[in-house]
């Protein structure tokens, strides 16, 4: 068997899998991150190594391998003995380096940082976050000598293996030449070594025997390099194949295109993929099931009672229709300034009705990103959805009928910690993702009463950006 570790926004999860793909056993652990001020989401890193301890004792310690995955890009700043510096910045839903994307990109030109970088530099950016360290904290900042994500940091504690995948680091922007494929701008994180590179399915080392009395794992058994759950969700599925297009349902959508050359998008991310050769378009929104989870707070009911309720609101939620921006967005609008809205509320609104309003919400920020693929020169196939999300039936089913697209389901579900599983089984074993996990049904749509309302959706947004602009000054005040 091996096991999987994924480090998400919300828990982390582990699970035991044999090398047929057979699920044995699966954990997970809650976490929350920390808002110390607006624009800004954090998590203390020393918390995903004591986390991957509760899952590998909780699933048992009779494995071959281990897998690593986790939310990013993020960055944890280590001293020399290891020790994190400050919580780690997280990815795009942070968006406190407005200043330094302003001076790297004039710094480096804003154009060839797209260029050789394969995205412009946005509230993702992992490079433009280690520079904000470097402004605002810079006796800390002189400290620094390593980098890591969650995978990484998990490889590390394991291994004791400094190294990071390609993928994540070609998130670093401006730290990665994705063409060349190796570290560019260095200066820019100095004095901080960054990590040797490999490819996530790569092992990282073995298990140390600290590592081992610390988890019950077995001494001397490999550890992946991992990478960033996105991409790890999607081998989980076997999007990974020209023309694929995987679409995770979390805490936020997360959108991974696989095309035959390097592609780039102002309004998405280029990078290079999970596997060796391939290329990706990426986007991601800043929210999606945070917004299911703030109104099943809000109303104090179960996720089972608003998916009811949200069913019998039917299309356009009684003339409800939400902007998911609640934490800013990422792609394709990459404003960080943006904020939610909800337009035409009456008093007889009802919980069902915002629920099935945020539902909706996603769903056009879905087909807002697959507009923006093509547009881009992406030559979508095949959607491969994956996540908590695909849980019910009326999600995908809104998403499908949005975007007048089929949506294909895999029999597992459970996305990165399974992907980071299956990289691990390829470590000891002849295995192929399509045995492991089956195409179990379709999603197909079912009707077309969404284009009017798809047209307001993107008209809300211009007609409202002054005003909402003008309420995130005042909540960053």
Known sequence: MVIGVDIGTSSSKGVL??????????????????????????????VWWEELVVLARHLGADVEAVGVSGMGPCV????????????????????????????????????????????????????????????EEPELFARARRLYMPSSYLARRLTGEYVLDHHSASQCTPLYDWLEQTWW????????????LRWPGDAAGAVTAEA??????????????????AWSEALSVGAQGVGDLMLMYGTTMFLVHTVPEPLTSPALWGTVGALPGTRNL????????????????????????????????GVGANGLVMLPYFAGERTPIMDPGARGVIAGLTLS????????????ATGFGVRHNLEAIEAAGGDIRRIVAVGGGTQGGLWTQIVSDITGREQEIRAQSIGASYGAAF????????????????????????????????????DLYPRTADIVHALAERQER
């Open 17 to 46: 899998v044999d090398l047929d793909g057979r699920l044995v056993a699966s954990h997970a652990v809650e976490h929350a991150v920390q808002r110390p001020a607006p624009g800004m989401v954090e998590m203390d890193g020393a």
């Open 76 to 135: 944890l700043l280590t001293d020399e003995a290891d020790e994190p510096l400050r919580p780690a910045i997280l990815y795009g839903v942070d968006t406190r380096a407005g200043r330094q994307i302003e001076r790297l990109n004039a710094r480096y030109g804003a154009d060839e940082i797209h260029r050789r970088g394969g995205s412009a530099l946005s509230s993702q950016a992992a490079g433009a976050k280690i520079a904000w360290v470097a402004d």
């Open 185 to 196: 701008n260095e200066e820019i994180a100095d004095p901080i070594e960054l990590p040797p």
């Open 212 to 229: 081992a009395a610390a988890t019950g794992l077995p001494e001397g058994i490999p550890v992946i390099t991992g990478t960033i759950d």
């Open 282 to 313: 990426a986007g991601g929104m800043a929210t999606s099931g945070a917004i299911t989870s703030w109104l099943r707070e809000l109303f104090g009911s179960d996720y089972g009672e608003l998916l009811e309720l949200a069913a019998q609101a």
């Open 349 to 360: 609104h009802t919980p069902g009705d915002l629920y099935r309003a945020a539902l909706e």
């Open 423 to 458: 990289l691990a089984a390829r470590l000891v074993g002849d295995v192929s993702i399509d045995a492991w996990n089956p195409v179990a049904g379709t999603v197909a749509p079912q009707t077309g009463a969404y284009e009017d309302l798809y047209r307001l959706y993107r």
